[in-house]
C-alpha cells in the first residue's frame, strides 16, 4: 500500500486569501492526482500532478486558480488561491504506485472552510 | 464524456438482510469498473475493481456491459458494513489513472 499524509488536515480562511496544501507519500509512485469534494457532492478530478512539468487539468479547473507543484516523486502541493465561499470543500490527494497499478490510495483529504 | 450514476443516496437494511449498491455508467468504450468505500472517520479505500472478479468482505461485483452496470451486493449484511460507497470508472489510453466518480450512496446496516 501507500501511505499518505495531507497538510493542513482542515482550515479556516478570508475570503481573498490563499492556501497550499501537502501531499506526501512514503514511497515513489508514479501517478499523483488531486481531487475536490464540495459538500454534499462526489469526488472530482482537479488535475494529475506531472513529475517535473506542468499538472494537467480537468475541464472546469485551471493553473492560475488551482496552481499544482510536484518536484519529485514522494510529494506535491496544490495551492487554491484567491478564494471564495465556493472553495469551501474537501481536497484528496491520491496516488497509483507503479506495482499497484490498477488501486488508487487516498490521502485523508484537507477540509477547507472559506469565509 | 464517461459518467457515472448511483441512484440510491441512502440505503437502509437490517443485519442479515441482503444488500444490493446499484451503479449504472456510460461510456462507449470498455472501462474499468472499482467500487472505494469510506468508513466512518477513515480515508477512502479500494473495495474490489472487476476485473479481479474477487470477493471482498462478502462483497461481489459483476460488471454487466449490457446494461452497463456494476451493482453491489452482499447476500447477510453487516453493522460494520455502514459506510459510504462509491463507484468509480477509469477509461485507458491517455486517461488512464483519473477515476470518475458517482455520488455515492451511504448504506446503514441497523441491529
Known amino acids: 500500500s501507500a501511505v499518505i499524509s495531507q497538510k493542513p488536515s482542515r482550515d479556516i480562511c478570508q475570503r481573498g486569501t490563499s492556501l497550499t496544501i501537502q501531499c506526501q507519500v512514503d514511497s515513489q509512485v508514479t501517478m499523483m492526482f488531486w481531487y475536490r469534494q464540495q459538500p454534499g457532492q462526489s469526488l472530482t478530478l482537479i488535475a494529475t500532478a506531472n513529475q517535473g512539468s506542468e499538472a494537467t487539468y480537468e475541464s472546469g479547473f485551471v493553473i492560475d486558480k488551482f496552481p499544482i507543484s510536484r518536484p519529485n516523486l514522494t510529494f506535491s502541493t496544490l495551492t487554491v488561491s484567491n478564494m471564495s465561499p465556493e472553495d469551501s470543500s474537501i481536497y484528496l490527494c491520491s496516488v497509483v504506485k507503479a506495482d499497484i497499478p490498477n488501486e488508487q490510495f487516498f490521502g485523508p483529504g484537507t477540509r477547507l472552510t472559506v469565509l | 464524456a464517461q459518467r457515472v450514476t448511483q441512484p440510491e443516496k441512502l440505503l437502509s437494511v437490517f443485519k442479515g438482510a441482503p444488500v444490493e449498491l446499484k451503479c449504472n455508467y456510460s461510456?462507449?468504450?470498455?472501462?474499468?469498473l472499482f467500487w472505494y468505500v469510506q468508513y466512518s472517520r477513515q480515508r477512502l479505500q479500494l473495495l474490489l475493481r472487476h476485473i479481479s472478479r474477487e470477493s471482498i468482505k462478502g462483497f461481489t461485483a459483476d460488471l454487466n456491459k449490457g446494461e452497463t452496470s456494476f451493482h453491489l451486493k452482499k447476500p447477510f449484511a453487516q453493522e460494520e458494513d455502514s459506510a459510504m460507497y462509491y463507484c468509480a470508472l477509469m477509461i485507458g489510453g491517455t486517461s488512464y489513472g483519473k477515476l470518475t466518480f458517482g455520488q455515492g450512496t451511504i448504506l446503514t446496516v441497523h441491529p
Open positions: 461510456y462507449s468504450g470498455s472501462p474499468e
